[in-house]
């Protein structure tokens, strides 16, 4: 087809096949108008425009060949053009109606994202809280991990980290404790029996040294990543990044996938790893006392009770030894701290 054929029937446009009409045409003062134009015979033009009108339910005939171009309406023949305005009404209140559902979902999604954000500040303002009142409260726990291997438990109780400490403040309490990392992997551990059978090791005794490899967000028991919980700060290079603005961040995160679908994480690895999320992110009811009265229907003590949790003291439960000392009253940032020999 060349620009002397009718775009409709492709026969030529001239006077024995009828009259030529111009479907739209470049507008050289619209630098947004196509740089090409449009003509073809007025009677297939006619045939085109009443086909879209009156076939099922009728559509606003459009250019056939630039489908987003609306026929002008002087361009479809005088027994159409009252039902053509009538569709083309009901297009535009269709459009408006679908702006107005694709607004009201876009709201709706920053809501729920919102709501993430809110339940995540409310959190950190309670350990905020208990910092400013000279009182420190589980708030992060450590996996540490050896060639893919739990081997401690750990919280920021064990190295007496605030919410307003830093993960270079971690990292640098983590590498004293040389003995502790070979202790527990073990005495006949390879990289502990190489290193034993080191005789320069034996003179003046000293226990291997280590590095930290990677350090990630994530949910123990296991030690690999979880892409939606990744964070977007580089934890393994940004040592002055604050706990503070960690726990807010896995908060939000470990929110939304609570939030959303399962399959957010049971598509990764582990199926049981959503399960083991609830329990980190969600209170649960743990202790029930009892009505005291008529008027008084009792209540329920909450708390974060998660298995993977390090062992905590009476003071850091509630009070009385009702729950678990693996229960917390804050739910706990998770990281997963692998450490190499060096």
Not at 196 to 209: A, E, G, K
Request: with cysteine; charged share 25%; aromatic share 12%.
């Amino acid at each position: 087809m060349t620009d002397n054929n009718c775009f409709i029937c492709w026969n030529p446009l001239t006077k024995e096949y009828g009259k030529k009409s111009i479907v739209h045409k470049y507008d050289k003062e619209n630098k947004n108008s196509e740089k090409w134009q449009h003509s073809c015979h007025e009677k297939c033009l006619n045939n085109w425009s009443k086909q879209c009108i009156t076939v099922g339910n009728g559509i606003y005939p459009k250019c056939p060949i630039c489908n987003d171009f609306k026929i002008p309406i002087n361009k479809i023949p005088k027994s159409l053009r009252e039902r053509a305005i009538e569709i083309l009404e009901e297009e535009d209140q269709e459009d408006e109606v679908q702006e107005e559902v694709q607004v009201q979902e876009e709201d709706e999604v920053q809501e729920e994202e919102d709501n993430e954000v809110i339940v995540a500040r409310q959190r950190l303002d309670i350990l905020d809280h208990y910092h400013r009142h000279n009182e420190n409260m589980p708030f992060l726990g450590i996996l540490i991990c050896c060639k893919g291997y739990p081997i401690i438990r750990a919280s920021n109780i064990s190295f007496n980290l605030t919410i307003n400490g830093t993960l270079g403040e971690l990292k640098a309490a983590l590498l004293t404790r040389n003995m502790a990392f070979y202790k527990s992997k073990g005495i006949f551990n390879f990289d502990n029996l190489a290193h034993n059978l080191n005789i320069h090791n034996w003179i003046n005794w000293t226990y291997p040294s280590y590095r930290i490899s990677d350090v990630h967000y994530g949910i123990p028991p296991y030690t690999s990543r979880f892409q939606p919980l990744d964070s977007a700060f580089n934890l393994n290079i940004n040592e002055n990044l604050t706990f503070a603005e960690m726990y807010l961040e896995y908060q939000i995160k470990a929110g939304t996938i609570i939030n959303a679908e399962p399959n957010l994480i049971n598509s990764e690895k582990k199926p049981e790893a959503y399960k083991k999320l609830k329990d980190i992110y969600l209170k649960k009811n743990l202790y029930y006392h009892g009505p005291t009265g008529p008027d008084d229907p009792g209540y329920y003590e909450r708390a974060y009770e998660n298995d993977e949790n390090p062992l905590f003291s009476d003071r850091y439960l509630y009070e009385n030894g009702r729950f678990t000392n693996k229960a917390t009253d804050a739910s706990l940032m998770w990281l997963m701290v692998h450490i190499d020999s060096v």
